[in-house]
């Protein structure tokens, strides 16, 4: 059953991640967008990661921020953590954003709503929203219930996917990742809620 548009808005991390890709393989498009992405290929044929283990490779003494769950009337969307340096969450430091499905989501969908949040908080630059939402789309794959995407924001401010603890995908753009990660932490999020719980202030 689909769920109404303004559901499938918050923060599909980018519950995205599904385009009709293998989990250790990342289809790009267009070879601008091949570009703007990059898989290591020792990390995927490695035993996947917990989302403690992916924190560490980017993160000095990570600890959790604070947590949430996405729920919308009767609709479990899914459980959200936040990590970063000391537990303290800085937008110009390393982090780590994970989120644990409690429903079926496709990915095209999730980066099409992504992209709506985007615009929601400011971005209106369309050309570079389309470029955006084509990265996605091929990066993220579909998502089962009691799966997980982790995105990690590095030192680079560049964005790394992963799914079930193996990378998937990069996407080395500063301001895709302001943008992409503002869909939870920027103040005009649409789950301003959530967004206290994931920094710890509630």
Same mark, same amino acid.
Do not use: C
């Given at each position: 059953? %689909? #769920?109404?548009?303004?559901?499938?808005?918050?923060? $599909?991390f980018?519950?995205?991640?599904?385009?009709?890709?293998q989990?250790?393989?990342?289809?790009?498009?267009?070879?601008?967008?091949?570009? /703007?992405?990059? @898989?290591?290929?020792?990390?995927?044929?490695?035993?996947?990661?917990? $989302?403690?283990?992916?924190?560490?490779?980017?993160?000095?003494?990570?600890? @959790?921020?604070?947590?949430a769950?996405?729920?919308?009337?009767?609709?479990?969307?899914?459980?959200?953590?936040?990590?970063?340096?000391?537990? #303290?969450?800085?937008?110009? %430091?390393?982090?780590?954003?994970?989120?644990?499905?409690?429903?079926? $989501?496709?990915?095209?969908?999730?980066?099409?709503?992504?992209?709506?949040?985007?615009?929601d908080?400011?971005?209106?630059?369309?050309?570079? #929203?389309?470029?955006?939402?084509? /990265?996605?789309?091929?990066?993220?794959?579909?998502?089962?219930?009691?799966?997980?995407?982790?995105?990690?924001?590095?030192?680079?401010?560049?964005?790394?996917?992963?799914?079930?603890?193996? #990378?998937i995908?990069?996407?080395?753009?500063?301001?895709?990742? /302001?943008?992409? $990660?503002?869909?939870?932490?920027?103040?005009?999020?649409?789950?301003?809620?959530?967004?206290?719980?994931?920094?710890?202030?509630?």
């Amino acid at each position: 059953m %689909s #769920l109404p548009k303004y559901i499938l808005s918050p923060v $599909f991390f980018a519950l995205s991640l599904t385009a009709a890709a293998q989990l250790n393989t990342v289809h790009a498009k267009t070879p601008e967008i091949q570009t /703007q992405l990059s @898989v290591s290929g020792a990390v995927m044929t490695n035993t996947p990661l917990s $989302f403690e283990q992916i924190a560490q490779q980017y993160i000095k003494n990570p600890k @959790v921020v604070g947590k949430a769950r996405l729920k919308i009337m009767f609709w479990k969307i899914y459980d959200a953590k936040l990590s970063a340096a000391d537990g #303290l969450w800085n937008a110009e %430091s390393p982090f780590a954003l994970s989120l644990t499905y409690l429903r079926d $989501f496709d990915g095209e969908e999730i980066a099409s709503r992504s992209i709506d949040e985007m615009r929601d908080i400011g971005y209106e630059d369309e050309v570079l #929203l389309a470029k955006w939402y084509e /990265q996605m789309r091929a990066v993220f794959p579909n998502i089962k219930e009691g799966e997980n995407i982790t995105g990690v924001m590095d030192e680079n401010m560049h964005t790394h996917f992963y799914h079930e603890g193996k #990378l998937i995908g990069s996407i080395d753009d500063k301001t895709f990742t /302001q943008s992409f $990660f503002g869909i939870w932490l920027h103040e005009k999020t649409s789950e301003p809620k959530m967004r206290k719980q994931l920094m710890g202030l509630i």
